[in-house]
């Protein structure tokens, strides 16, 4: 099977090890991130790097983002939409609102691209390991056609229209922090 080549933004405590997993699945993989010390240490397991991301869209199929926080997802994505084309597949993993989502794939879908949110829990030793919960919100056909690159970080799980992985991901981290505190009582 020919693998596609995926694009990486974020390679922080969490995405690092993502992207390293994408690799070891032997996905050709293109990477940016704003400092230049994690790109150097992902260009030794093979990995490319994008030096602009703007040109990010002209060099892969699929884009994933594991990024801070909403403002920087936003900002991102308005950068990549410029040159995001038909068909061509963005994934946010961060976790952000929901309604970051919904704006996301409003501004992708302009070019008739395709957005799935997919936050993840796990933390880094899940990151590590390749065994993330993703829970993956957009269309279904889009999640089916790409499951496999999902599994090469972990489990991945379809929660429904864009929005809803942040939503599974709101539950999620309710019900542990719930189950924390009953706990500890």
């Known amino acids: 099977m020919n693998k596609i080549k995926v694009g990486f933004v974020g390679l922080g405590l969490m995405g690092?090890?993502?992207a390293k997993n994408i690799l070891k699945n032997k996905y050709p993989l293109i990477v940016w991130n704003r400092?230049?010390?994690?790109?150097?240490?992902?260009?030794?397991?093979g990995a490319e790097i994008c030096?602009?991301?703007?040109?990010l869209p002209n060099k892969c199929q699929v884009i994933i983002m594991m990024l801070a926080n909403d403002n920087v997802c936003l900002e991102v994505s308005e950068v990549l939409k410029k040159n995001i084309k038909r068909n061509q597949i963005l994934i946010d993993m961060s976790s952000t609102k929901k309604k970051t989502a919904v704006e996301i794939e409003k501004k992708i879908k302009v070019n008739k691209g395709y957005f799935l949110d997919a936050p993840v829990s796990g933390g880094?030793?899940?990151?590590?390991?390749?065994?993330?919960?993703?829970?993956?919100?957009?269309e279904k056909k889009i999640f089916k056609k790409i499951r496999h690159l999902f599994e090469s970080m972990g489990t991945a799980t379809y929660v429904g229209k864009t929005g809803s992985g942040q939503v599974a991901k709101l539950a999620n981290q309710a019900i542990v922090g719930i189950t924390i505190g009953a706990v500890s009582e």
Do not use: D, R
């Open 35 to 45: 400092s230049t010390k994690n790109l150097k240490k992902i260009k030794k397991f």
């Open 16 to 18: 690092m090890p993502m």
């Open 124 to 138: 880094t030793k899940g990151a590590e390991t390749g065994k993330l919960t993703i829970m993956v919100g957009g």
């Open 51 to 55: 030096q602009n991301l703007i040109n």
